[in-house]
Each structure stands twice: as C-alpha cells, then as structure tokens.
C-alpha cells in the first residue's frame, strides 16, 4: 500500500450511502481539504449531520434508489466512497466504478483506503492498519494526539521561517537540513519557545549561531 497525501480540492468524490460511515467519512474530507471538494452524496436516506452538510451548501444530496439509479454520476468523478448496507448493491457500484476508472473506497475490494487522521495544529498524520485493526488505528491516534500541542505549532511554524532564512545564508541542502534537524533535538531551541514567536525566533537564530554556524 502506497502512502500518498493528494489534494482533493475542487475533485468530484461520489459517496454512496447516507448512514454514519457515510457521513464519518465525509466530515474526514471535509476536515482535511483546505479548499472544498465537491462531494455528492448518493442514498434513499441521510444522517440529520449530513443533511446539515447539504443546507450549508457543503456537500449535494442525491435522494434516490440506487437499484434504480440509471446514471450513478460516476463518469469523471476522482473517487467514489462505497458505504450502503447492502453489500450485493456495494458490489454493483464497485463494478460500476471501475468502468470508469474511478478510484474506490470500500473495504478490501476498494484500491483507495482512509485511514485514522490526526488533523491538529498545522499536522496532518494519517494511520493505517492495512484493514488489520482498524481498533488498534484509532487507539494509535488517541495515544498521539495529546503530543501535539501549542509548542509543536510554534516549532512548526519557526522551521518553515527559518527554512528561508537559512537559504539566503547557507547554500548546501544538506547542510540546512542538518541545522534544522539539530535544532529540533536541542533543549535550549525547545525552552525558547516559552517567549511569543518573534523572541522565539531571534533566540533559536541566536543557538543557531553560537551552536552551528
């Protein structure tokens, strides 16, 4: 299984389905896509949260019956979201899908998997279990969460400035990313980070000069 984070704004994302795995995994789109996907929701009925998702213009309802549905909207759509509790029905879409050559998401079957997200703090961690223990994902994610906190944003946000400050000084990559990998293990660029950002800032530049320059 390939890893990858894609950009799915402005994508059409076909989801099939209006129960709570339909609207968990819509808010998961939702809370990790900077800019809006275009996600069209497929099912006889939905959640009252993903009705909510419709009238604030989030997500667009499509009341119908799937067995009768001719046209499925798969046709140039990015990825198609499988998740009725019928699986004979599951498995007619999934066909129909891949007719079109559109990415699925459904169990084992599917070629496109979403695992457990942490989405804190300008992090985005996602983690997978291959389908082994999706359990075993979701405590993963409870054990990581509460290490992410204020510090970690403010050390995140310092390495993307100081990434460009280094460049007009230091021309060697390697070499800046060595620096910026020292200052992450260092206690005293750490305790820096009790002042507001820009002191911060002038600190670590000051650790960076008596230390690595």
């Known amino acids: 299984m390939l890893p990858l984070y894609i950009d799915a704004a402005g994508k059409r994302i076909v989801v099939f389905g209006g129960g709570t795995v339909a609207e968990r995994k819509i808010r998961q789109i939702l809370d990790t896509t ?18 909510k998702l419709a009238e604030e213009g989030r997500v667009k309802c499509r009341r119908c019956d799937l067995w009768q549905e001719p046209d499925l909207g798969l046709e140039g759509a990015f990825l198609a979201i499988i998740c009725t509790n019928d699986e004979a029905l599951n498995d007619r879409i999934l066909r129909e899908a891949r007719r079109f050559n559109v990415l699925t998401n459904y169990g ?63 021309k060697e990559e ?30 670590i530049l000051k650790i960076i000069g008596d230390k690595y320059a």
Not at 42 to 50: E, G, K, L, R, V
Request: glycine residues 6%.
């Open 174 to 203: 390697a070499r800046r990313q060595e620096i910026l990998y020292r200052i992450l293990h260092d206690p005293d660029c750490w305790a820096a980070l009790d002042a507001p950002l820009t002191v911060a800032e002038e600190l």
């Open 34 to 51: 900077s800019n809006a996907a275009v996600i069209e929701v497929y099912s006889h009925d939905f959640t009252p949260a993903i009705e």
């Open 108 to 170: 084992h079957e599917g070629d496109v998997f979403m695992g457990s997200v942490i989405h804190k703090h300008g992090f985005l961690i996602s983690i997978s279990t291959d389908g082994k223990g999706p359990a075993m994902a979701r405590y993963l994610r409870e054990k990581i969460t509460p290490l992410i906190g204020e510090r970690e944003e403010k050390m995140l946000k310092l390495q993307s400035k100081l990434r460009e400050d280094l460049r007009a000084i230091i």
